[in-house]
């Protein structure tokens, strides 16, 4: 009966608790790596440092703010390729796992025989 259980789960509710799973580990990585707010704040200065400017100083604090622009557009690109990644490894494996998901229950009687030399010798 517990077989005929779990197989049953395995088989129906099991594929939707994996693509949930799946699906939550992305809405993870864009939660840690806010990729909407990076993506807004793209060219946004580093850590809001920007220089007044007035007139004696316009070329250096057009150059300042350009170049806080620029690191901040540098870190912000960085951490989004971070979470492209990141991403990019999850869909992989997800995927693999989808495809794997139905065969687990089956290495349980494989396996055993592979180890007693029955099958795969």
């Known amino acids: 009966m517990f077989v005929l259980l779990l197989l049953s789960w395995w088989y129906s509710r099991g594929w939707a608790w994996v693509v949930e799973r799946i699906l939550g580990r992305f809405k993870v990585i864009n939660e840690v790596f806010s990729v909407g707010i990076l993506l807004r704040t793209l060219f946004a200065p580093w850590k809001q440092i920007q220089t007044a400017k ?3 100083n316009f070329f250096q604090s057009t150059l300042d703010n350009f170049i806080s622009r620029m690191i901040g557009a540098v870190v912000r690109i ?5 979470a492209m990644v990141l991403s990019l490894l999850i869909l992989t494996l997800g995927l693999a796992l989808v495809i794997v998901w139905p065969m687990i229950p089956l290495l349980i009687i494989v396996l055993p025989l592979i180890s007693l030399g029955v099958v795969g010798s």
């Open 54 to 56: 007035t007139f004696q």
């Open 78 to 82: 960085g951490m989004l390729l971070t």
